[in-house]
């Protein structure tokens, strides 16, 4: 099964285990990646409540410049949820975040080191 993430399409690589797959970007090679990670952690019940999901998205994307330099870029996100979050507030949050890495806030972030945005 293959993904499409805005126009680029990753191929299924492997099941790591029953909780982690891994899919390669069309520029994935040998010597550059273009990965994109997927795992879970169900949660464990104890005396009678369900704990917490635990979930990771991973890319990891080389970067080889004009001299052959070559350097990874690493974008984990995180989500830890406790198991009677509505889905309602599950997609409050997902977009909120998507927005946030993918506006200003995150470009600031990620390519100024700027974390006070006001």
Not at 60 to 74: F, K, M, R
Not at 78 to 86: G, L, Y
């Amino acid at each position: 099964m293959a993904l499409t993430i805005n126009t680029r399409v990753y191929n299924f690589d492997t099941q790591i285990t029953s909780d982690a797959t891994r899919y390669n970007g069309p520029s994935n090679t040998t010597t550059v990646k273009d990965v994109l990670s997927l795992k879970r952690n169900v949660p464990k019940t104890v005396n009678g409540v369900v704990g917490v999901h635990r979930h990771e998205l991973k890319s990891v994307y080389t970067q080889v410049d004009a001299n052959g330099n070559s350097d990874d870029v690493i974008i984990t996100t995180t989500i830890s949820r406790p198991h009677r979050v509505t889905d309602a507030n599950l997609d409050l949050v997902r977009v909120t975040h998507a927005a946030a890495l993918s506006g200003t806030v995150g470009a600031d972030l990620i390519k100024s080191n700027k974390v006070n945005q006001g």
